[in-house]
């Protein structure tokens, strides 16, 4: 199994109470430990602009701009967004922007993508909120405008919601140029979302990876539409790699794993929500598959790999504050499940 790692950059008020001049230090810190080891492959962060589970006055830091901050402070790990939202940028524009941060980091960017979901920030940025029928399309015409500047060098489409006229991207991403067919579409493709006529459908076709729920049975039923989906196009299922986002609180004992919960619990309280929203969020974290010792972790884990499951991307809530839960994961679950 591989793994991938987020760093807090504040979206899930995972940097509540750290100063801002020390933003940076704490999340190029981690990164660098990350990158030094050899228990996780890439870093990722969110796409997003305010915070949840409510919109607050707390910093969260944007995604592309850390993409090339990553590129140019690390130079083993992979670099990715889970996942960048279609919308919040012109595809060609993003492309160019994947392009550039690809040549920085020497061939190590994934690109993520997916129609995007907050509403609140859709329309306080300005970008109205088209219903889902709309934000799918936008997502299938701007990953053929990926594929096509990413490939080709250059992108043409007179699309019902992009218009692209000879849009060049020079230099081309190092991925798929240095290395003829390291990937479908030069930079792998993370095609993130679950829907079953449309995303799933947009993913068997352009797809490098994709990214769904990591629950047993809705990850089976996701990956079998995902494999009707395939057949129908002629792909080979067996060319895209399915992967899933967990939550993690790992601990040597239960009562570890219950100190971190708290601990989870008053980080919220200090990002000003209120005691009924933090017991919710609390609670909605425990119930998590990720939740445990390292040995009931590894358990999980396994089970998933059984079902297909071969690329798990975790998140530790706590990680600006404290690294020990990553280090007990980097020690305990990732030896067994490589082994």
């Known amino acids: 199994m591989r793994f991938g790692v987020f760093i807090p950059q504040g979206w899930r008020m995972d940097l509540v109470g750290i100063e801002p001049d020390r933003h940076w230090e704490t999340m190029s810190s981690l990164a660098t430990h990350v990158d030094q080891g050899d228990a996780f492959e890439s870093i990722w ?3 997003h602009f305010h915070t949840v589970p409510e919109p607050s006055a707390e910093a969260t830091h944007e995604a592309w701009t850390l993409m090339a901050a990553y590129a140019a402070s690390t130079s083993r790990v992979r670099l990715g967004q889970m996942c960048t939202c279609m919308a919040y940028r012109n595809p060609a524009y993003l ?10 980091s020497g061939g190590r960017v ?3 993508i997916g129609a995007g979901w907050y509403e609140h920030e859709w329309r306080a940025y300005g970008y ?9 399309g936008a997502l299938r015409e701007g990953v053929q405008v990926f594929r096509d500047m990413w490939t080709t060098g250059s992108a043409t489409l007179d699309g019902e919601y992009y218009q692209v006229d000879g849009a060049l991207c020079a230099p081309r991403p190092l991925q798929g140029t240095t290395a003829p067919g390291s990937a479908l579409n030069g930079i792998p493709m993370w095609v993130a979302g679950g829907g079953e006529k449309v995303t799933l459908k947009i993913a068997a076709q352009y797809a490098d990876y994709t990214n769904f729920d ?9 990956s079998e539409l995902l494999r009707g989906h395939c057949d129908a196009l002629g792909r080979p299922f067996e060319e895209i790699v399915r992967s899933a986002n967990y939550n993690v609180v790992i601990g040597e004992t239960q009562g570890d794993v219950d100190d971190r919960l708290a601990s989870y619990g008053e980080m919220l309280r200090r990002g000003g929500l209120a005691d009924t929203k933090v017991d919710e969020q609390v609670a909605s974290l425990r119930s ?3 939740v445990g010792t390292p040995e009931r972790i590894t358990e999980t884990l396994r089970d998933m790999e059984s079902r297909g499951m ?4 975790t998140y530790f809530a706590e990680a600006a504050y404290d ?8 020690q305990q679950v990732v030896p067994a499940l490589r082994g």
Do not use: C, N, W
């Open 110 to 112: 994934e690109m993520g």
């Open 214 to 222: 990591g629950t047993p049975e809705v990850f089976d039923r996701k």
């Open 288 to 290: 998590q598959p990720l």
């Open 45 to 47: 962060v969110y796409d």
């Open 95 to 104: 492309a160019k922007v994947a392009a550039t941060v690809d040549v920085v």
């Open 128 to 136: 109205g909120f088209p219903a889902a029928r709309d934000r799918l």
């Open 323 to 330: 690294r020990s839960g990553i280090e007990l994961f980097e």
């Open 310 to 313: 071969t690329y798990a991307i």
